[in-house]
């Protein structure tokens, strides 16, 4: 009786090891810079709806412990982008399963701050030497969902871009806003399109 309550501990450790190393396996990594589009579908006010507003965030990962934590700026708005003296800062905190992200972040505006909050899924990914057992995990470059804003309670789809050298991956298709797309590039001080007053953050 005792051989077989020892063979049951010993298959149950191994079973432990095995679900909990497959577990850190398919956490996947968000080390990096990122590119955050979002498109308002639905908002309190009516001047909101259609509104592309994208930010640069830089976020910090460690697949042992939690949260994720992210500092950035608002860089684009209506897929122009925005001047130095007009890119508010954001600051993001959240939690990472196996195949979600929730990312909540404090927006600064030029007239108030708005808190919001990201629920992203990873849809484009790739195994990579991690450092950590077992050693190689998903490395995500695309997470797609949504976002919810206090200001002006505006929500609709939202996108996250691994960007590499400040570049994103090859083939991606743009992320499009009530008819509108972004562009592979644009022309950097354009100030035409920016409409403080439209903006919720």
Known sequence: MMEFIKYISV???ALSLAFTGWLQYE????DGEWHIDTCTIEADLKTYEGLHLAWRVFLSD???SAPVVGDGEKV???FEPIPSAGRYPVRLVGTKEINSVSLTGRFEGARRASTGRFEFHPTLSKRLFSGYIPFYQRNADVLEGSFALTAG??????RAVRLTDGKKPDGLAPFVCKGASEMPATI?????HILPEQSPT
């Open 27 to 30: 956490k996947f990594r968000l």
């Open 153 to 158: 309670n505006a929500r609709g789809p939202a």
């Open 62 to 64: 460690d697949p042992l």
């Open 76 to 78: 684009e708005e209506a």
């Open 11 to 13: 298959a149950f450790t």
């Open 188 to 192: 950097e001080g354009n100030t035409d």
